[in-house]
Nanobody
Framework: QVQLVESGGGLVQAGDSLRLSCAAS????????MAWFRQPPGKEREFVAL????????DYADSVKGRFTISRDNAKNTMYLQMNSLEPEDTAVYYC???????????????RGQGTQVTVSS
């Protein structure tokens, strides 16, 4: 089992920055591909970014590329999402997930956190 806890969400204005964290406990964090997903109000959950086990490979949704940066610190069992130049369209509940495969599909991940709310006002 892997337990994931997100933090760092909040209410910000357009153009501001936030850094989300995902703290993991349980089985070896470094064994897992880690990802961020988000669910905007009234919409389905969507892919944001993912990172390989050692952090050498990353992938981003087109909507966040150039603004968001995913990273991980395996020594701290923590993954991060640095979000810059936030837009109202980024408003969503953000979830982290852990899995074995290099995929963008949320349902392919084995473990998920409870989410943290990010609200961006215009």
């Amino acid at each position: 089992q892997v337990q994931l806890v997100e933090s760092g969400g909040g209410l910000v204005q357009a153009g501001d920055s936030l850094r989300l964290s995902c703290a993991a406990s349980g089985r070896a964090f470094s064994n897992y591909v880690m990802a961020w997903f988000r669910q905007p109000p009234g919409k389905e959950r969507e892919f944001v970014a993912l990172i390989s086990q050692r952090g050498s490979n990353v992938d981003y949704a087109d909507s966040v590329k150039g603004r968001f940066t995913i990273s991980r610190d395996n020594a701290k069992n923590t993954m991060y999402l640095q979000m810059n130049s936030l837009e109202p369209e980024d408003t969503a509940v953000y979830y982290c997930a852990a899995g074995r495969a290099w995929v963008r599909r949320n349902t392919s991940y084995d473990y998920r956190g409870q989410g943290t709310q990010v609200t961006v006002s215009s």
